[in-house]
């Protein structure tokens, strides 16, 4: 027998006892429920097709009330003996007027001839002994069958919900359609195993359906539809006085000889019924022996007996033995599938309610439609109606949304209001215990992306501040922090409520520094370019939280490189694709992320120029999320980096640095971005880069021509003109340029145009500088090298008119006025840098005379 606490639900009692007493007065003795909703059910109309077809319209009397129930699989004995002597009164049963219920049944309802209109399972009464109310013996202590059942006290009235509204046909069952179907079908072909195995969580239907099934298999209706629920075998089993459907107590089976009286009892045929069945409750308490003699017993040839063993427990039960069984398992029931259920239930019972309040009901009772049924049993009992605020205030329970209330004051450092509001709910319901476990979790759910949703303004401005920026979640993380710390301290405090105020309080303490920092970072935003703000976010704190050590121990890159992995993976995260995410784990990564005025501009590289075309047709995406984690809007570069293994990490996060233009210049000193723009300025040269493989410095520029004017030769100097990177020119290059330019110092009036193209390589690079050496543009003054940035998707060559995008040799530092590139001559004479940086993948080169252009 099920263990009675767990069905009850933890509430306030004296609160609820209170209530209780009031409510109880108001109920109607016969139907439990309030009285004032029981009159509709006085002038019900009963339609009969019986073989005189008559109507019956029954008016407000204690037979109607009787009468109303005929039919009825929940009728009790003592019902059906009334029933029985106004029947006979009215001139439709039998003499008796003590009638046996098998009698009423047998003389009237045999074929199941009434069709009973069951609109509504308040109507029928439960008459069944249940599960949950007294027990019944099915055998004696000597282990001979009980005689006979018809002395059994019944339970007069449902004392529950649950009691009352137990399902009594397969269509009934909430959330077990595979299952009903399943068992429905086998007991219409007369498909039946020896041996069945129910199994699943607690109060999910399973004794439900066992009767339910054990009235299939007896059902007399031919109807596809059983157990029909009318006919004698149906009748007699759902009032509980059935001598072969029996109901055992696993714990009470513990000698063997009360199961051998078992097996004795399974061994002999039925008294009325197709089938003798045993519903075997909490089956995993059964010895293993008396597990081994059942399934022994299956053996003989009983074809009559079957078995139904129910469990919560699947895990404990004999392996052996459960191979003998035909298992069903019972799932949780589903929240909407219990919300239904509820709402049914309220109409029935004329109850008040708030679809949050029973949401709320389901959502708390863990896929048990019994400790629903029960939760709002206990509400319905202060007459008030069911809102999510009585839920709460039931359960002991703050909502999410005063939650939310509380740590935005919190948050806030809202001494006064924090301290107020928390003294509230500590004295109306919380336990401070629990208000710090339902904090911590709610601080959870945000962290974690689970908490998207808000009911109040409040709410969602909350969200909206703290739940997708950065530092919103640093002190998200710190709450966290304060609260496990507190939770320990509660433990062994008197002053609970105290000591939650003071963590509370507490949850603002760092907020100055972390506003600090954001200004500081948005200061330099200001400036047109920043350092990696995401470090800068920390600096002040001598903790790295990025690699959990001390800074003093901690190299500020690595840190820096740990941190955007860290707002990658966060980001990766949020994509609501599997496959976009785990193509971006494992093929993209976060390089730099710049943070110019309201903009975060974000570099991402792929290893594989198709990877880097798959991922811009993601840009949105990634944009998005990217913007979701660091509270800005962003903008994404994608970039090529060179082809390396997962494996070695570290030169993964190298070549990165190396070919990332930010991370470039951290690999080159220790400048800033602005700090080397003045350099460069100044006619600083740039490094070579060394220590690098050739595949790591391979340019991935080439030079192709795009339009060509009459052609013209050029010499073997002008040939071998190169055109380079800043990653240094290589072999590679230089053997573009010689195959596939052509230019002449003759070609004064005409030129070309070239395209320094990298479209497969890397399209949107964020921040390149190029290099031309002097010989390739300055033999003679009438030629000019013009440049052009063209949007990588934009291929084809555009009229000259359209340019407005140049860089001329003889005019340095001539700025673009639609981006920040520039050009410059660097600090050898015959070199020029050409700097560029935001949009375009493509340079048109224009070599001719200036004024053509
Ligand atoms: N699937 C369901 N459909 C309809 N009602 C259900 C269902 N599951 C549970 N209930 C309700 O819960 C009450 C208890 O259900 P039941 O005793 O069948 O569950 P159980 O799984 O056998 O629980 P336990 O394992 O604790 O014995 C029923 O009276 C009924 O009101
Ligand atoms: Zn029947």
Same mark, same amino acid.
């Given at each position: 027998?099920?263990?009675?606490?767990?069905?009850?639900?933890?509430?306030?009692?004296?609160?609820?006892?209170?209530?209780?007493?009031?409510?109880?007065?108001?109920?109607?003795?016969?139907?439990?429920?309030? #009285?004032?909703?029981?009159?509709?059910?006085?002038?019900?109309?009963?339609?009969?097709?019986?073989?005189?077809?008559?109507?019956?319209?029954?008016? %407000?009397?204690?037979?109607?009330?009787?009468?109303?129930?005929?039919?009825?699989?929940?009728?009790?004995?003592? &019902?059906?003996?009334?029933?029985?002597?106004?029947?006979?009164?009215?001139?439709?049963?039998?003499?008796?007027?003590?009638?046996?219920?098998?009698?009423?049944?047998?003389?009237?309802?045999?074929?199941?001839?009434?069709?009973?209109?069951?609109?509504?399972?308040?109507?029928?009464?439960?008459?069944?002994?249940?599960?949950?109310?007294?027990?019944?013996?099915?055998?004696?202590?000597?282990?001979?069958?009980?005689?006979?059942?018809?002395?059994?006290?019944?339970?007069?009235?449902?004392?529950?919900?649950?009691?009352?509204?137990?399902?009594?046909?397969?269509?009934?069952?909430?959330?077990?359609?595979?299952?009903?179907?399943?068992?429905?079908?086998?007991?219409?072909?007369?498909?039946?195993?020896?041996?069945?195995?129910?199994?699943?969580?607690?109060?999910?239907?399973?004794?439900?359906?066992?009767?339910?099934?054990?009235?299939?298999?007896?059902?007399?209706?031919?109807?596809?539809? %059983?157990?029909?629920?009318?006919?004698?075998?149906?009748?007699?089993?759902?009032?509980?006085?059935?001598?072969?459907?029996?109901?055992?107590?696993?714990?009470?089976?513990?000698?063997?000889?009360?199961?051998?009286?078992?097996?004795?009892?399974?061994?002999?045929?039925?008294?009325?019924?197709?089938?003798?069945?045993?519903?075997?409750?909490?089956?995993?308490?059964?010895?293993?022996?008396?597990?081994?003699?059942?399934?022994?017993?299956?053996?003989?040839?009983?074809?009559?007996?079957?078995?139904?063993?129910?469990?919560?427990?699947?895990?404990?039960?004999?392996?052996?033995?459960?191979?003998?069984?035909?298992?069903?398992?019972?799932?949780?029931?589903?929240?909407?599938?219990?919300?239904?259920?509820?709402?049914?239930?309220?109409?029935?019972?004329?109850?008040?309610?708030?679809?949050?309040?029973?949401?709320?009901?389901?959502?708390? #009772?863990?896929?048990?439609?019994?400790?629903?049924? =029960?939760?709002?049993?206990?509400?319905?009992?202060?007459?008030?109606?069911?809102?999510?605020?009585?839920?709460?205030?039931?359960?002991?329970?703050?909502?999410?949304?005063?939650?939310?209330?509380?740590?935005?004051?919190?948050?806030?450092?809202?001494?006064?209001?924090?301290?107020?509001?928390?003294?509230?709910?500590?004295?109306?319901?919380?336990?401070?215990?629990?208000?710090?476990?339902?904090?911590?979790?709610? =601080?959870?759910?945000?962290? #974690?992306?689970?908490?998207?949703?808000?009911?109040?303004?409040?709410?969602?401005?909350?969200?909206? %501040?703290?739940? @997708?920026?950065?530092?919103?979640?640093?002190?998200?993380?710190?709450?966290?922090?304060?609260?496990?710390?507190?939770?320990?301290?509660?433990?062994?405090?008197?002053?609970?409520?105290?000591?939650?105020?003071?963590?509370?309080?507490?949850?603002?303490?760092?907020?100055?520094?972390?506003?600090?920092?954001?200004?500081?970072?948005?200061?330099?935003?200001?400036?047109?370019?920043?350092?990696?703000?995401?470090?800068?976010?920390?600096?002040?704190?001598?903790?790295?939280?990025?690699?959990?050590?001390?800074?003093?121990?901690?190299?500020?890159?690595?840190?820096?490189?740990?941190?955007? &992995?860290?707002?990658?993976?966060?980001?990766?995260?949020?994509?609501?694709?599997?496959?976009?995410?785990?193509?971006?784990?494992?093929?993209?990564?976060?390089?730099?992320?710049?943070?110019?005025?309201?903009?975060? =501009?974000?570099?991402?590289?792929?290893?594989?120029?198709?990877?880097?075309?798959?991922?811009?047709?993601?840009?949105?995406?990634?944009?998005?999320?990217?913007?979701?984690?660091?509270?800005?809007?962003?903008?994404?570069?994608?970039?090529?980096?060179?082809?390396?293994?997962?494996?070695?990490?570290?030169?993964?996060?190298?070549?990165?640095?190396?070919?990332?233009? #930010?991370?470039?210049?951290?690999?080159?000193?220790?400048?800033?971005?602005?700090? &080397?723009? &003045?350099?460069?300025?100044?006619?600083?040269?740039?490094?070579?880069?060394?220590?690098?493989?050739?595949?790591?410095?391979?340019?991935?520029?080439?030079?192709?021509?795009?339009?060509?004017?009459?052609?013209?030769?050029?010499?073997?100097?002008?040939?071998?003109?190169?055109?380079?990177?800043?990653?240094?020119?290589?072999?590679?290059?230089?053997?573009?340029?010689?195959?596939?330019?052509?230019?002449?110092?003759?070609?004064?009036?005409?030129?070309?145009?070239?395209? =320094?193209?990298?479209?497969?390589?890397?399209?949107?690079?964020?921040? %390149?500088?190029?290099?031309?050496?002097?010989?390739?543009?300055?033999? *003679?003054?009438?030629?000019?090298?013009?440049?052009?940035?063209?949007?990588?998707?934009?291929?084809?060559?555009?009229?000259?008119?359209? @340019? *407005?995008?140049?860089?001329?040799?003889?005019?340095?530092?001539?700025?673009?006025?639609?981006?920040?590139?520039?050009?410059?001559?660097?600090?050898?004479?015959?070199?020029?840098?050409?700097?560029?940086?935001?949009?375009?993948?493509?340079?048109?080169?224009?070599?001719?005379?200036?004024?053509?252009?």
């Amino acid at each position: 027998m099920a263990d009675m606490r767990r069905h009850s639900v933890d509430v306030p009692l004296s609160r609820t006892l209170v209530q209780l007493k009031r409510m109880r007065s108001l109920r109607d003795p016969s139907t439990n429920s309030l #009285s004032k909703y029981a009159s509709p059910s006085d002038s019900m109309i009963w339609e009969t097709a019986s073989s005189n077809g008559a109507t019956m319209e029954l008016s %407000r009397s204690a037979t109607s009330a009787a009468m109303s129930r005929v039919g009825s699989p929940c009728m009790s004995a003592s &019902e059906a003996r009334s029933v029985g002597s106004r029947r006979s009164a009215l001139g439709h049963g039998t003499e008796d007027s003590r009638l046996r219920s098998n009698d009423v049944v047998g003389s009237n309802f045999s074929g199941c001839g009434i069709s009973y209109c069951w609109s509504g399972a308040s109507k029928y009464r439960d008459l069944y002994s249940d599960s949950d109310g007294p027990e019944q013996p099915l055998l004696s202590p000597e282990g001979t069958e009980v005689a006979s059942q018809d002395n059994v006290p019944y339970t007069e009235t449902p004392r529950c919900l649950s009691q009352k509204f137990r399902p009594r046909s397969f269509s009934e069952l909430i959330g077990l359609n595979v299952v009903a179907q399943s068992l429905l079908y086998s007991s219409c072909k007369g498909k039946v195993a020896p041996m069945y195995l129910f199994h699943g969580p607690r109060g999910t239907g399973k004794t439900s359906t066992a009767r339910i099934f054990a009235a299939a298999l007896n059902c007399l209706s031919l109807e596809e539809q %059983r157990p029909c629920g009318f006919c004698k075998e149906c009748v007699i089993l759902f009032s509980g006085r059935s001598r072969d459907v029996k109901e055992l107590d696993s714990a009470k089976m513990d000698r063997l000889g009360r199961v051998k009286a078992l097996l004795k009892s399974a061994s002999l045929v039925p008294y009325s019924s197709r089938f003798k069945v045993f519903i075997v409750d909490e089956c995993h308490l059964l010895q293993e022996d008396a597990w081994s003699a059942i399934v022994k017993s299956l053996d003989e040839p009983y074809r009559h007996t079957v078995y139904i063993m129910i469990t919560s427990d699947l895990d404990s039960l004999p392996r052996t033995s459960v191979t003998h069984c035909q298992k069903f398992h019972f799932p949780k029931i589903k929240v909407a599938d219990i919300v239904y259920r509820l709402e049914k239930i309220c109409i029935d019972e004329g109850l008040e309610f708030d679809h949050d309040g029973l949401y709320f009901i389901a959502a708390k #009772s863990n896929g048990s439609l019994r400790d629903a049924e =029960i939760m709002l049993d206990q509400l319905s009992l202060l007459g008030k109606r069911v809102t999510i605020s009585l839920v709460h205030e039931l359960v002991g329970l703050v909502s999410d949304d005063e939650l939310i209330e509380l740590l935005d004051l919190a948050l806030s450092s809202d001494t006064t209001n924090t301290v107020r509001r928390a003294r509230e709910l500590m004295a109306s319901s919380i336990d401070p215990l629990q208000l710090v476990s339902q904090l911590a979790n709610l =601080i959870m759910d945000i962290l #974690s992306g689970r908490c998207q949703s808000a009911a109040t303004e409040v709410s969602k401005s909350f969200l909206g %501040r703290y739940a @997708f920026a950065e530092v919103g979640i640093r002190k998200l993380r710190h709450a966290l922090k304060v609260l496990s710390e507190t939770e320990k301290q509660l433990r062994t405090s008197r002053n609970k409520a105290t000591w939650v105020t003071v963590a509370l309080l507490q949850f603002g303490t760092n907020e100055s520094d972390l506003v600090a920092e954001t200004n500081d970072m948005h200061a330099h935003s200001a400036t047109g370019y920043t350092d990696d703000w995401v470090s800068k976010v920390n600096s002040s704190s001598n903790f790295c939280d990025a690699c959990n050590s001390n800074k003093s121990n901690c190299s500020e890159r690595h840190c820096r490189r740990l941190k955007l &992995e860290n707002i990658w993976r966060r980001a990766i995260g949020k994509c609501q694709s599997r496959s976009a995410r785990s193509f971006l784990k494992k093929e993209g990564i976060l390089s730099s992320v710049h943070v110019t005025e309201e903009v975060a =501009i974000a570099e991402v590289g792929f290893s594989h120029p198709d990877h880097l075309s798959r991922a811009e047709k993601m840009q949105s995406l990634i944009e998005g999320v990217l913007q979701h984690v660091l509270g800005f809007n962003v903008e994404i570069r994608f970039k090529l980096v060179p082809c390396v293994t997962r494996k070695d990490a570290r030169l993964k996060r190298h070549s990165f640095s190396l070919l990332g233009c #930010s991370g470039r210049k951290q690999e080159l000193s220790d400048s800033t971005v602005t700090d &080397e723009d &003045e350099a460069v300025r100044h006619g600083a040269r740039e490094t070579p880069l060394k220590g690098y493989s050739s595949s790591q410095q391979r340019s991935p520029f080439i030079v192709q021509r795009v339009d060509s004017k009459p052609k013209v030769h050029g010499s073997e100097d002008d040939a071998r003109s190169t055109l380079t990177s800043n990653r240094s020119m290589t072999d590679d290059l230089t053997r573009t340029c010689r195959s596939e330019t052509n230019y002449s110092k003759g070609a004064s009036e005409q030129g070309r145009f070239d395209t =320094i193209q990298e479209p497969d390589l890397q399209p949107n690079c964020f921040s %390149r500088t190029l290099k031309l050496q002097k010989r390739f543009f300055s033999s *003679d003054a009438a030629h000019t090298i013009c440049f052009r940035i063209q949007p990588h998707n934009k291929m084809s060559f555009l009229p000259k008119k359209e @340019f *407005d995008t140049y860089f001329c040799a003889y005019e340095p530092y001539e700025q673009c006025p639609r981006s920040n590139s520039r050009a410059t001559y660097g600090s050898r004479d015959d070199d020029l840098s050409i700097k560029t940086s935001g949009f375009g993948s493509n340079l048109l080169c224009w070599r001719g005379p200036k004024q053509s252009i």
